[in-house]
T-cell receptor, first 113, second 115 residues
Framework: AQSVTQPDIHITVSEGASLELRCNYS??????LFWYVQSPGQGLQLLLK??????LVQGIKGFEAEFKRSQSSFNLRKPSVHWSDAAEYFC???????????FGTGTKLQVIP | NAGVTQTPKFQVLKTGQSMTLQCAQD?????MSWYRQDPGMGLRLIHY???????DQGEVPNGYNVSRSTTEDFPLRLLSAAPSQTSVYFC??????????????FGQGTRLTVV
């Protein structure tokens, strides 16, 4: 069965600083990988996905993620964080596309002025 | 375009009561699923469906039933509510396949409290 590990429960960054959120997955076949963002009291919004092809994936809101098969990682990055990026971020892996997606436990991002 | 609509947004149940959480999507998505979200545990898959008349269990199916009589609707039934089912429930829909045009959407969630 697939699994996802997000080792950081909370991360605090200064506005304008760079951000990297870590994600490691365990899956026997080609993974389908996702990053979602959840603002307080809201549903989840897809930031980006990796299905195949270029291992550097661009998403919405200036986010990108890099798939590294050798490290089983799919870390999320943003070069300059804005206060509005404060939210909880979930990494996820799918069985086939969006089917039977398994989520990590999430990383809460706090942005300080 | 409404996307994924969940009702109700909030619900309080007494232990032993039953209820149905509604989920509807208007994007003609084949795949629909229900998750529960608990603090520190992320989202866990309860049940899913790949089309009308087809459902299957996810990671935490006990105490829940689903049916899929139409493409648009995927209700989640709590048979006999227990305090352990206090959670936030999310419905999601997506297209099948792995092409670049596939998409997925989540509803706004239902916050359920069982007392």
């Amino acid at each position: 069965a697939q699994s996802v590990t997000q080792p950081d429960i909370h991360i605090t960054v200064s506005e304008g600083a760079s951000l990297e959120l870590r994600c490691n997955y365990s899956y026997g076949a080609t993974p389908y990988l996702f990053w979602y963002v959840q603002s307080p009291g809201q549903g989840l919004q897809l930031l980006l996905k990796y299905f195949s092809g270029d291992t550097l994936v661009q998403g919405i809101k200036g986010f990108e993620a890099e798939f590294k098969r050798s490290q089983s990682s799919f870390n999320l990055r943003k070069p300059s964080v804005h206060w509005s990026d404060a939210a909880e971020y979930f990494c996820a892996v799918g069985l086939k596309g969006y089917q039977k997606v398994t989520f990590g436990t999430g990383t809460k991002l706090q942005v300080i002025p | 375009n409404a996307g994924v609509t969940q009702t109700p947004k909030f619900q309080v149940l007494k232990t032993g009561q039953s209820m149905t959480l509604q989920c509807a999507q208007d994007m003609n998505h084949e795949y629909m699923s229900w998750y529960r979200q608990d603090p520190g545990m992320g989202l866990r898959l309860i049940h899913y469906s790949v089309g009308a008349g087809i459902t299957d269990q996810g990671e935490v199916p006990n105490g829940y039933n689903v049916s899929r009589s139409t493409t648009e609707d995927f209700p989640l039934r709590l048979l006999s509510a227990a305090p352990s089912q206090t959670s936030v429930y999310f419905c999601a829909s997506s297209s099948l396949g792995t092409g670049s045009g596939t998409e997925a959407f989540f509803g706004q969630g239902t916050r359920l409290t069982v007392v």
